[in-house]
C-alpha cells in the first residue's frame, strides 16, 4: 500500500522521488498487488478532494504510470469500514516477490538495485559532474604548463584541490550511503526472512482456508442436493395443492352456479311476489276508491237526510214553541182562574172550581199526548215543563 494525503495541495520533489522509488521497490508487473489508498477526506471538499484525485490518477509524474501497470486507487475515510475493505482485497491476492527481493536473490548490492538506484541517483550525478571538471581542469593545466603560465597553473592546482577536497567529499557521501544501504539490505533481508515466515504461516493459513472452503463447498453441494431434494418436494406439494385447489376451485365455481340459479329463481319469484302485491295494491285501490266513492255517496245522503230530518226538527220546535206558548196562556188563563177559584171557595163555589179545574187538567194532558206524539222526547222535555205548575196547582188546592 502507499498512502498519499489528498489535503496536500501537489505532489512535492521528495513525494515524487518516494514513489518512483516505492515503484522500483515493488516492480511494474507487481502492481496488481498495489493499492494506492488517498487519506485525510475529512480535511478537504468532496469535490475538491475529487478534483485533486482525478488529477493524481491521470498525471505521468503522480499515479498515472502505476494506475496504467494495474494498481488501484482506494479511499480511506478513517473508518474501520474503508479499511477492511481495502486490506481484504489484497488478502485476497496471492503473494508475490518484490521486485527488490528478486534483485536481491541474485546478489545484487542494494546500492546497484533499481530502488538503491532511485536513492543514490543524485549521488551518481555528482561523481560524475566532478570527474568531468576534473578533467577539465587536468586539460587547463596541461595547457597551462606548455605555456609556462605560473599563475594560472597555481590557480588551476588551487582549484584542483577544492575539486579533489568534493569528490573526496562525495566519495565520503558515498561510502556512508552504501553503509547505510547495507544496514538497510541487512534490515531487509530480517524482513525479507520474517516475510517468508509470514508467507508460510499465511500459506499454512491459506492451507487450512483452503480445507475449509472444501468443506464449506462440501457443504453446500450437499445443502444444495437437499435443497434440491426440498425443491422436488416442493413441487409435487405444490403440484398436490394445485390439484386440491383446482377441486376446490371447480366446487366453488358448481357452488356459486348453484346459488346463483337458486339466487336467480329467488329473484323471479320475488319479482312475480313484487308484481302480485302490485296488482294486489292497485286492486285494494280502486276498491278503496270505490268505497270512499261509496262512502262519499252514503255520506252525502246521510247528510241530506240529518238535513231534512234537522229541518223537521225545526218545525217540530217551531211547532213545540208554539204549543208551549199555547200552554203558558193556558196556565195563565188558569191562574186567572185559579184566583177567581178562590175568591168564588171562599163564597162556597168548591164544585164549581173542581168541574172547570178538572175539564182544564184532561184539557192539558191531551196536549200533552199530542206533543209526545209530534214531538218525541222535546215534545216530552216542553210538556214537563207546562205541566208542572199546573200539578203544583192541583197538588195545592186538592192535596195530591
Not at 536513492?119 to 561523481?127: A, D, F, K, P, Y
Not at 218525541?376 to 195530591?400: D, N, S
Request: net charge neutral; aromatic share 2%.
Amino acid at each position: 500500500m502507499y498512502l498519499h494525503r489528498i489535503s496536500d495541495p501537489r505532489l512535492g520533489g521528495v513525494s515524487r522521488k518516494n514513489l518512483r522509488m516505492f515503484r522500483k521497490l515493488c516492480g511494474d508487473d507487481k502492481l496488481g498487488n498495489v493499492r494506492i489508498v488517498t487519506t485525510n477526506w475529512s480535511r478537504v471538499g468532496e469535490k475538491e478532494g475529487t478534483d485533486r484525485e482525478r488529477d493524481l490518477a491521470t498525471s505521468n509524474t503522480a499515479f498515472g504510470p502505476l494506475i496504467e501497470a494495474g494498481a488501484i486507487l482506494c479511499r480511506h475515510y478513517n473508518t474501520v469500514e474503508t479499511a477492511r475493505s481495502i486490506i481484504s482485497q489484497l488478502v485476497m491476492k496471492d503473494p508475490v516477490l518484490m521486485q527488490i527481493q528478486e534483485e536481491l536473490n541474485k546478489g545484487m548490492k542494494l546500492g546497484a538495485t533499481s530502488a538503491g538506484a532511485v536513492i543514490t541517483e543524485g549521488l551518481v550525478r555528482l561523481q560524475e559532474k566532478h570527474k568531468m571538471e576534473m578533467e577539465l581542469l587536468k586539460k587547463e593545466m596541461e595547457e597551462a604548463a606548455k605555456a609556462n603560465d605560473e599563475a594560472l597553473r597555481a590557480e588551476l592546482a588551487e582549484e584542483r584541490l577544492v575539486l579533489a577536497q568534493k569528490m573526496a567529499y562525495a566519495d565520503e557521501d558515498r561510502k556512508r550511503l552504501e553503509r547505510t544501504l547495507d544496514e538497510a539490505r541487512a534490515n531487509l533481508e530480517m524482513e525479507t526472512r520474517r516475510l517468508h515466515e509470514m508467507q508460510q504461516r499465511a500459506a499454512a493459513e491459506s492451507a487450512k482456508l483452503r480445507e475449509v472452503m472444501a468443506a464449506a463447498d462440501r457443504e453446500r453441494e450437499r445443502l444444495a442436493r437437499d435443497m434440491e431434494i426440498a425443491r422436488e418436494k416442493a413441487d409435487m406439494e405444490r403440484m398436490e395443492l394445485t390439484k386440491r385447489a383446482e377441486e376446490e376451485r371447480k366446487k366453488h365455481e358448481q357452488h356459486i352456479q348453484d346459488l346463483h340459479e337458486k339466487m336467480t329463481r329467488e329473484f323471479q319469484d320475488r319479482e312475480d311476489m313484487q308484481m302480485k302485491l302490485k296488482e294486489a295494491e292497485e286492486s285494494a285501490k280502486a276498491e278503496n276508491a270505490r268505497v270512499m266513492a261509496q262512502l262519499a255517496h252514503e255520506r252525502e245522503r246521510v247528510i241530506r237526510a240529518a238535513e231534512k230530518d234537522n229541518l223537521e226538527l225545526q218545525k217540530k220546535a217551531q211547532e213545540a214553541d208554539r204549543l208551549r206558548r199555547d200552554l203558558e196562556d193556558q196556565m195563565k188563563e188558569i191562574e186567572r182562574k185559579k184566583m177567581e177559584l178562590e175568591e168564588e171557595a171562599k163564597r162556597g163555589l168548591i164544585t164549581r172550581l173542581f168541574t172547570e179545574t178538572g175539564s182544564a187538567m184532561v184539557s192539558c194532558v191531551k196536549v200533552g199526548e199530542d206533543v209526545l206524539g209530534v214531538t218525541g222526547g222535546i215534545g216530552g222535555a216542553l210538556l214537563g215543563i207546562g205541566v208542572a205548575p199546573v200539578l203544583g196547582v192541583w197538588r195545592t188546592v186538592f192535596g195530591r
